[in-house]
Structure formats: C-alpha cells, structure tokens
C-alpha cells in the first residue's frame, strides 16, 4: 500500500510539470513569441578556444615535454591568476605582448568606405589579447606564467616540447587567411577585416543620448549607469534603442559589448568561450545577416 501511494505521489507531480509546461507554451504562443528547445552550453571546453590536450576540434595540444603535467589544463592559455599581462585590459592575461604593440597593425582606413565617418585608431587592448594568438606573431602555447611551479617568463614564453595538431611547429597558426579547416590566422595587416578600434556610431562619447551620434544610422546603445555600454542582439532601429532582449534586461552574453566606453572591438561581436562556430554572440549568429543587422540599420 505504501509503495503504491509513492507511484500515486509521483505520477501526480510529473502531470502537474506537463500542465505548467503547456500553460508556458499557450502563453508564449498567444504573445507571438516562439520557445525553441533550450541545448545544453558546454562552454569553454568544448569550443574551439580549448587548445589543451582535452581539444575537441581541430587544433589543440597533444603533448609537451613535461609529460601530461598541465596538459589538460584548459584556462591557461588565455589566463593565469597570478603574475598576468597588465598591459592588456583583458582579465588576468597570461600571453604576452606583441611588440611594438598597436603599432604594429595596420587598421582599416576611412578612405575603404565614402560613408565611414568614425575614425580607427588601431586595435584597442582587448583586441590585441585576441591578436596574441590571431596575428601570426607569436606561438599558441606562448605563456607568461605555464603550469606548475617555476614556470614564470614576464615576457612570456613556449611550452618545452608543445606540440600541436594543427598549429606549425613553432607553434604560430598556419599562414592563410580564414582557413576554416585549422585556425583564423589575421596576420598584422587588418585592412581586410571588419574595423577595430573604431568609435561605435561615428564617435559619441556617450552612444546611447539621442541626436549625440555623429552618424545616426545606429541604434542607441543600452547602459548601466556605470560607464558601460551594450548594443541589444536584435535588430536594428536607427536612432533609439533595441528593446531588452528575451534573456532579461541588463547586459547579457548574447548582448554586444563597446569598450572604452564607445568602441567597437573584436570581442563586441565574438564571445571567445562560445561554442559557436564562429563564436559570434548573437543569438542565431549571423543567419539571415542578423549579426550585421544589429548594429547597421539598413
């Protein structure tokens, strides 16, 4: 009697789970919106960012001289916490930096576009994190602080013995530009590339006050009230605001980032622990060029 006053117990609850589920469901429907099946993030380990031995794809490590010690570890080839790059805005950075720093790029110009009228004054510093690996100029396994003790090189330094899947033997990223089957490897000249560096909105220093873009075919950006500045990843309306996306207000993963207070960098649209191919931060990445749109009123 008692073990089937459990089975009672329990059939209930899982009918009352269904029942909300489909009141959920009608809900949404009957407001328009549209509830797709949620799949499950893994993160940073199963993006293209884990170049430990536990890479899944393409490119990663799969031995050194130290002989597995730190090898699975996955964090450290961007991070350490202690001893970090203090020249790079990126949080405790573990690679050091290209030398002659900003320098070193040359940015897309004005004259590419008639209509471009922000200036770029080069990679900002949480661009040039992404370009200790994306420029060619120094090796993958480049840290500043390795695994374990006494591993410490300021100017940071190779892994003994690092060897890669799809990374040269000096541990650089193969040469070509936008290989998909390896690694995106930029190289220094960034004329070809989307421009970093560059003031959202044609250069506000406070890019979500309407009528105080210079170029007013962008939203407005959202705020905290703290000096940080996000576009909402929806589309496009020139001069106000996207409405606050589905996953709450406030800023999001999915939300586009300036940094400096108002620029565009690599990070505005790449989230480099995502598991999307590309690791664009938009929800359904750049599908119907939703990723464009949502910066470029057109």
Known sequence: MRLFHK???????FASLSMVATQIQAQAQAQGQVLAPQTPQR????SKHNLSTTGLHTNHLIGEASSGFGQGEICIFCHTPHGANT???APIWNKGSPTPGVALYQSYAVTNSATMDSTTVGPGSISRACLTCHDGTQAMDNMINAPGSG???????RLAGAVWTGALADGLMPGGNLNPTIVTMLGTDLRNDHPVGMNFCG??????????????????AHTNGAGRFWIEGGAAVAGVQTPSSLSGP???KTDLPLYATNQVECA?????HSTERT????????NNSGMCLTCHAK
């Open 7 to 13: 089975h009672i117990v329990w059939a209930f609850f």
């Open 43 to 46: 993160g940073i380990a199963a």
């Open 87 to 89: 020249s790079i805005a």
């Open 151 to 157: 591993g410490f090189a300021p100017g940071g330094a």
């Open 203 to 220: 250069g506000s220093l406070t890019p979500n006050v309407p009528g105080n873009c210079a170029d007013n075919d962008f939203p407005l």
């Open 250 to 252: 406030g800023f999001q």
């Open 268 to 272: 505005t649209c790449h989230d480099p």
């Open 279 to 286: 690791f664009l931060r938009r929800v359904g990445a750049n």
